[in-house]
């Protein structure tokens, strides 16, 4: 069975930072791309970053672009998402999840994890 589990949320002022983890367990974690998705208040899911099964390539949403970053750690089993420069916008539930290919892109994800909460805010 897939688990996955995102760490690293809480409450920051505009144009602070934060590091998001996410640990999956149960699959080959170096087999597949891994995404970040958000759901603000009142709004459907959006996607935010991608990384392909190596980390060597990477895919943002234009909104997050240049201020984000997504990485991986094979060896841990782990994907993470820093976070600079965070806007009020940027509060929401953040999820982690698996994508059903080695190649990173928007679509096509399976395995979520609960979420972890960012407020931005002054």
């Known amino acids: 069975q897939v688990h996955v589990e995102e760490t690293g949320g809480g409450f920051v002022q505009p144009g602070g930072s934060l590091r998001l983890s996410c640990t999956v367990s149960?699959?080959?974690?170096?087999?597949?791309?891994m995404g970040w998705f958000r759901r603000a208040p009142g709004k459907e899911r959006e996607f935010v970053a991608s990384?392909?099964?190596?980390?060597?390539?990477?895919h943002y949403a234009d909104s997050v672009k240049g201020r984000f970053t997504i990485s991986r750690d094979n060896a841990k089993n782990s994907v993470f998402l820093k976070m600079n420069s965070l806007k009020p916008e940027d509060t929401a539930v953040y999820f982690c999840?698996?994508?059903?290919?080695?190649?990173?892109?928007?679509?096509?994800?399976?395995?979520w994890g609960q979420g972890t909460q960012v407020t931005v805010s002054s």
């Open positions: 149960g699959l080959t974690f170096s087999d597949y791309a």
């Open positions: 999840s698996r994508r059903s290919t080695r190649y990173a892109g928007t679509i096509d994800y399976a395995d």
């Open positions: 990384i392909d099964y190596s980390g060597l390539s990477q």
